[in-house]
C-alpha cells in the first residue's frame, strides 16, 4: 500500500529576517527612494499629535504599512501601498492626502485621521 504525502503537523511559524514581501527595487526598479511624512491628527483640522517621516530605499521592504498612533487600536493603521503604486504607475512626484484609520477601539471604529505626503525620487538613469 502506498503511503500519502506525509503531512506537516505543524506549520513553521518564524518571523524571519528574509521576508517573502518584495523589496522596492524590484517592485519598483525606477525608483530610487520614496519619502512618507505621515501627520497624526487630533481632533479637530488643526490638532497635531505627531509628525512622523519615513524613507524606504531601493534595498527597503516594500512593506508601506503604516501603526495606527492609537495603542489600543487593533487591526488599525494605514496602507499606503496603493498611493505609492498609484503615484509611480502615474510617474508622478509627489501625492498628498487624507486618511482615517479603519481598526477598531473597543467596539467602536477608530477613525483617527493622518494626513499623509509622499514624495518619490526615480532613478536618473532609465
Ligand atoms: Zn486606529
Redesign the pocket.
Known amino acids: 500500500m502506498l503511503r500519502g504525502r506525509q503531512r506537516y503537523a505543524k506549520k513553521i511559524q518564524q518571523n524571519s529576517s528574509d521576508s517573502v514581501s518584495d523589496l522596492v527595487s524590484e517592485q519598483f526598479p525606477q525608483v530610487s527612494d520614496i519619502s512618507v511624512r505621515i501627520i497624526y491628527h487630533g481632533n479637530g483640522a488643526n490638532s497635531v499629535l505627531m509628525v512622523r517621516t519615513v524613507n524606504f530605499f531601493s534595498s527597503s521592504s516594500a512593506s508601506f504599512h503604516m501603526h495606527?498612533?492609537?495603542k489600543e487600536?487593533t487591526n488599525?493603521?494605514f496602507d499606503l501601498a496603493p498611493k505609492i503604486k498609484d503615484l509611480i504607475g502615474k510617474h508622478k512626484k509627489t501625492a498628498k492626502g487624507k486618511m482615517e484609520?479603519?481598526?477598531g477601539?473597543s467596539s467602536a471604529s477608530?477613525?483617527?485621521p493622518i494626513s499623509y505626503e509622499i514624495a518619490v525620487l526615480y532613478r536618473k538613469c532609465s
Open positions: 495606527c498612533i492609537r487600536c488599525g493603521g484609520c479603519g481598526g477601539v477608530c477613525r483617527a
